[in-house]
């Protein structure tokens, strides 16, 4: 009698890498608003993974995590405290979103535009 022993087969998986232009500004408060950039990777299961820079370029990239069903999107940015976003994909792709950190009560709102590269 043999014992056949099975490995693991890793499935092709489908996935999606997006650039974006953000905007996160202050709903009460500043009305300048935050810049920076998302590079997102997201697989066919709606999982995202990647990566926040701030547009001025002095901050490390800080990852995030979320995720997409249908039109519907979530993302998490830690960045020290979590930023997290909650929204919608419009049909050109951009993010429009309410966001808010663990630690305080600000909200505000979250956009950011589809874009061929950073």
Do not use: C
């Not at 099975?6 to 009305?31: C, D, M, N, Q, W």
């Amino acid at each position: 009698m043999s014992i056949t022993t099975a490995l693991p087969v890793r499935a092709i998986v489908a996935s999606s890498h997006k650039y974006y232009h953000t905007t996160l500004l202050e709903e009460f408060g500043s009305v300048i608003p935050y810049r920076g950039t998302l590079d997102l990777l997201t697989l066919d299961k709606g999982v995202i993974s990647g990566y926040y820079r701030g547009a001025d370029g002095t901050d490390a990239p800080v990852v995030v995590h979320g995720g997409l069903d249908k039109q519907h999107i979530w993302l998490d940015i830690a960045d020290g405290g979590t930023l997290h976003v909650v929204g919608k994909v419009a049909n050109d792709g951009s993010i429009f979103a309410r966001a808010w950190y663990d630690d305080n009560n600000t909200y505000y709102t979250f956009k950011a535009k589809l874009v061929d590269q950073l």
